[in-house]
């Protein structure tokens, strides 16, 4: 299948996180909410820089075929530059890691040399500046408005203004640098990220637990949108 080429820097995305999808038919997951999948957000956990266990390469690789999105890779890893590889081959598009494990510079180097797209994330508590100095390094920034680890926490409202403190620094330069929102994320708290200044929404819970997945990330979409 052709990849889609990616959509425009800052317009608005809908991306579906999988991590609450039904592993058991994934591919049917996948399919069912394609018309509404601008990106497809794939949760990689390690069960050590989270206490939590996911997916690796093997899945991204088995169901590269069944969509032409953009795959999303969060990377909730301590040794995210031990996989770039490995997910690049399985046929990821973009991987993102978090700034807290460090080691950005090499990081992004090695993403780039993959001819992969590379994300920064920071978990809640962590603040603008640790993510300032990477703004011209990085294709996206990830906030994330929950801690990671486990779909269906609750938004934290404070997140927001890191998110509004990336928006303005991103403008300001000039950069080309899409803005994510990642945890908590329905129609009410959709269009607060949004008037923030995120334009990448990962919904996990309000998209797979409905009983129309597709309508749901549609209703996302048209909250988003009227903001
Ligand atoms: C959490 C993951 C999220 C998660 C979001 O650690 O990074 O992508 O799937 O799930 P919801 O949308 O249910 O908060
Ligand atoms: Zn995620």
């Known amino acids: 299948m052709a990849r889609q080429s990616e959509r425009p820097v800052g317009s608005?995305?809908?991306?579906?996180?999988i991590l609450?999808?039904?592993?058991?038919?994934?591919?049917?997951?996948?399919r069912g909410v394609d018309p509404q999948t601008d990106r497809l957000h794939i949760d990689v956990m390690d069960g050590h820089f989270v206490p939590n266990l996911t997916v690796g390469p093997p899945v991204v690789a088995s169901i590269r075929p069944v969509s032409s999105r953009f795959f999303d890779c969060h990377l909730m890893l301590t040794d995210p530059g031990e996989y770039l590889e490995a997910f690049?081959?399985?046929?990821?598009?973009?991987?993102?890691?978090?700034?807290?494990?460090?080691?950005?510079?090499?990081?992004?180097?090695?993403?780039?040399?993959?001819?992969?797209?590379?994300?920064?994330?920071?978990?809640?508590?962590?603040p603008f500046e640790a993510v300032e100095p990477?703004?011209?390094?990085?294709?996206?920034v990830l906030c994330m408005t929950v801690f990671p680890g486990f779909a269906g926490q609750s938004f934290i409202e404070e997140v927001l203004g890191k998110v509004a403190a990336v928006r303005a620094a991103v403008d300001a330069r000039g950069l080309a640098v899409d803005i994510q929102v990642d945890g908590g994320i329905d129609s009410t708290t959709a269009p607060r990220a949004v008037a923030a200044g995120a334009n990448v929404l990962v919904a996990g819970s309000a998209i797979f637990d409905e009983a129309s997945p597709l309508d749901a990330a549609s209703a996302l979409r048209e909250a988003a949108q009227r903001r």
């Open 88 to 126: 690049a081959a399985a046929g990821a598009d973009g991987c993102t890691v978090h700034v807290e494990v460090g080691d950005t510079r090499p990081l992004v180097d090695k993403a780039r040399s993959l001819g992969l797209s590379i994300g920064l994330a920071c978990n809640p508590d962590t």
């Open 134 to 140: 990477w703004l011209g390094d990085v294709d996206l």
């Open 20 to 30: 609450s999808a039904d592993f058991a038919d994934l591919a049917a997951a996948i």
């Open 12 to 17: 608005l995305q809908i991306a579906p996180s």
